[in-house]
T-cell receptor, first 118, second 120 residues
Framework: KAGVTQTPRYLIKTRGQQVTLSCSPISGHRSVSWYQQTPGQGLQFLFEYFSETQRNKGNFPGRFSGRQFSNSRSEMNVSTLELGDSALYLC?????????????????FGNGTRLTVT | AQSVTQLGSHVSVSEGALVLLRCNYSSSVPPYLFWYVQYPNQGLQLLLKYTSAATLVKGINGFEAEFKKSETSFHLTKPSAHMSDAAEYFCAVSDPGVYAGGTSYGKLTFGQGTILTVHP
């Protein structure tokens, strides 16, 4: 079974531009979460989508947005890029994000998109 | 809110020696805990998860972790380090989110990570 696929692997953008990152979850996984990883702040949660709806959101400015499509694929968008947005952006999928705990559905991560803002 | 503290940002061991990576958590709900490993230029790979079924959890690559509620700890161990174990390790706790339709479990709160170096 294919893992979580993120495209592109690397991106270089300039300040003020916007960027869209793509994530294809593991087949059958309906929940997609996004994380930002930086040396200074570590791994920080951006948002989570399930059934095309945002279920949870981290503490990031409104420049960061996302969406999920009916096939569970997800995109995140960052507008008006700042130097501090340079990071590894990780997408993770899980089988469920529902009422009731399901400990057998941990997050499975992709290899990330490395975004560099100059 | 949930939080995780990993003691020691760098741990160095000799090949064949015991690996011990420390993790303490704070959780307002019964915790679900995870250890992930990250190799350079890669995403996170799940090593093991604590799901309340057993306090000693065995994972992949010979790693295991013990949940100790009284100490709020979930330390990761491996009896004998291998060169291929060199990587960064992250402890994480499930941080549920409540929304109009229920509770979501897609958010993890991670520790700051521990870089494991293995010397020949």
């Amino acid at each position: 079974k294919a893992g979580v696929t993120q495209t592109p692997r690397y991106l270089i953008k300039t300040r003020g531009q916007q960027v869209t990152l793509s994530c294809s979850p593991i087949s059958g996984h309906r929940s997609v979460s996004w994380y930002q990883q930086t040396p200074g702040q570590g791994l920080q949660f951006l948002f989570e989508y399930f059934s095309e709806t945002q279920r949870n959101k981290g503490n990031f400015p409104g420049r960061f947005s996302g969406r999920q499509f009916s096939n569970s694929r997800s995109e995140m968008n960052v507008s008006t890029l700042e130097l501090g947005d340079s990071a590894l952006y990780l997408c993770a999928s899980s089988l469920k994000s529902l009422r009731g705990r399901d400990p057998n559905s941990p997050l499975h991560f992709g290899n990330g998109t490395r975004l560099t803002v100059t | 809110a949930q939080s995780v503290t990993q003691l020691g940002s760098h741990v160095s061991v000799s090949e064949g020696a015991l690996v011990l990576l420390r993790c303490n958590y704070s959780s307002s709900v019964p915790p679900y805990l995870f250890w992930y490993v990250q190799y350079p230029n890669q995403g996170l790979q799940l090593l093991l998860k604590y799901t309340s079924a057993a306090t000693l959890v065995k994972g992949i690559n010979g790693f295991e972790a013990e949940f100790k509620k009284s100490e709020t700890s979930f330390h990761l161990t491996k009896p004998s380090a291998h060169m291929s174990d060199a990587a960064e390790y992250f402890c994480a706790v499930s941080d549920p989110g409540v929304y109009a339709g229920g509770t979501s479990y897609g958010k993890l709160t991670f520790g700051q990570g521990t870089i494991l170096t293995v010397h020949p």
